[in-house]
């Protein structure tokens, strides 16, 4: 330290769990529920300069059985559970002997000397960003905004990109909000209203919160209906947040029928990789694929003028080995057909074939499944109403979109 302190004498030196009696500033960097032991094992006490835990947005499971293996498994629910424990612990239950807390970090980033050979999957990121490494902010971003900044309205649903779930049918709703109490509504009809501080965790991998309120965070165990669920949070100011969430597990009530579905007889030939039709726009940042598994992400980094407003046809990963597919498909209406793939030397001539033709355009990327923005293209058909679309997918990454004219 005395080499430090020779070096530069205008600045204070700072350590994190380090014996230093001649540094200015001590503090300790923790990870309770992440590296080892347990979430609620975090003591709100000293300066804690670096506290969290990994959530990769296109990462995804049920939210009380949220389990995490760092660099491998890091489902954006498990960020959530840990953020609601160390949030509760800092901002609720401070006597005055916490210095300081810092979550750690603003935004995801390239971390090769620790994260690069262990985590393959996107490139040595480090993942406990309030933010991707893409400036997508991560549901415990609002979280921490809602204790931070009470005074602002904060209405977040959790697990938005989680658009498709296959799980637990009762796995619910869960909403980030400092209002006084949240009411719920599900595909227009009321469900009830909470009041803030009714949500207990009770998760199953964690036996020590059976009986831990958490603050600003709802939950509703509602049971979706097959297919489409349109889900919306309001308090009593006219404020408000909603969400498209789709439902294809055991268990569901009925499906609501749609009326003005652009399309109908959609089919994949691979019973291993179902395709699914997300009345949804196509959103920036938001992973493409439905395997929700981290080894799994596309994403639009920009949305091209194009494909504004477009809907998209959700599969797993089809350059997966085994998950290949033929979707088929008959257009309910006149629409423009796109197809968005990782650029390559040669055309492709299963697009070329089906009488796509490239989109003139300035050039454009998406992200990679390694979170590399990477060079696309993207190509379109005109088709009108009853006519077939059959497409040979899994030679490269690629989405497909539906927009009617």
């Known amino acids: ?13 700072v350590v994190a769990n380090m014996a230093c009696d001649n540094a200015d500033c001590r503090t300790i960097n923790a990870y309770p529920g992440w590296y080892s032991g347990d979430r609620w ?16 947005i296109s990462c995804h499971t049920d939210y009380f059985d949220a389990s995490h293996s760092v660099n491998s498994y890091e489902p954006e629910e498990y960020q959530q559970l840990v953020a609601e424990a160390e949030f509760e612990d800092a901002f609720e239950h401070n006597d005055g002997e916490l210095g300081m807390f810092t979550w750690w970090i603003l935004r995801d980033f390239n971390d090769n000397k620790y994260k690069a050979s262990a985590n393959p999957f996107h490139n040595g990121l480090n993942t406990k960003g309030l933010e991707t490494y893409g400036g997508f ?31 637990s049918v009762s796995n619910g709703i869960k909403v ?29 991998n964690n036996s020590t919160a059976d009986s831990t309120e958490v603050d600003n965070v709802f939950y509703w165990p509602v049971v979706l209906a097959t297919g489409k669920n349109i889900v919306r949070a309001s308090d009593s ?28 007889n959609l089919v994949s030939s691979n019973q291993a990789n179902p395709a699914y039709y997300i009345d949804i726009p196509v959103q920036t940042q938001w992973p493409v694929y439905d395997d929700f598994d981290s080894p799994a992400d596309n994403s639009l980094d920009t949305i091209q003028s194009q494909i504004s ?91 497909v979109l539906i927009k009617g004219d």
Not at 138 to 144: C, G, R
Not at 157 to 167: A, M, P
Not at 196 to 203: A, L, P, T
Request: charged share 20%; aromatic share 10%.
């Open 41 to 56: 094992a975090f003591k709100p006490a000293g300066l804690i300069s670096e506290t969290g835990a990994g959530g990769v």
């Open 309 to 399: 407003g477009a809907r998209w046809l959700a599969l797993r990963r089809v350059t997966k080995p085994g998950q290949n597919t033929v979707v088929s498909f008959v257009a309910a209406k006149p629409l423009t057909v796109y197809v968005i793939c990782t650029k390559a030397a040669a055309q492709p001539k299963w697009l070329l074939d089906s009488s796509f033709k490239e989109v003139v355009t300035e050039p454009f990327q998406w992200r990679g499944n390694d979170m590399i923005l990477t060079d696309a293209s993207l190509y379109a058909k005109h088709v009108t109403t009853g006519e077939n679309v059959s497409l040979t997918l899994g030679e490269r990454d690629a989405l």
């Open 237 to 264: 100011h006219g404020h408000s947040d909603s969400a498209v969430i789709y439902y294809y597990g055991s268990g569901a009530v009925p499906e609501l029928k749609s009326l003005h579905q652009a399309i109908s």
């Open 137 to 167: 902010k991560k549901d415990v971003y609002y979280l921490y905004r809602s204790f931070l900044r009470p005074n602002v309205p904060t209405i977040h649903i959790t697990s938005k990109l989680y658009y498709l779930r296959r799980g």
């Open 176 to 204: 980030y909000s400092n209002a006084e109490s949240l009411t719920l509504s599900l595909n227009g009809k009321k469900v009830s209203t909470l009041g803030n501080g009714s949500y207990v965790q009770n998760d199953t």
């Open 1 to 13: 330290m005395s080499v430090v302190k020779a070096l530069d004498q205008t600045r204070p030196v």
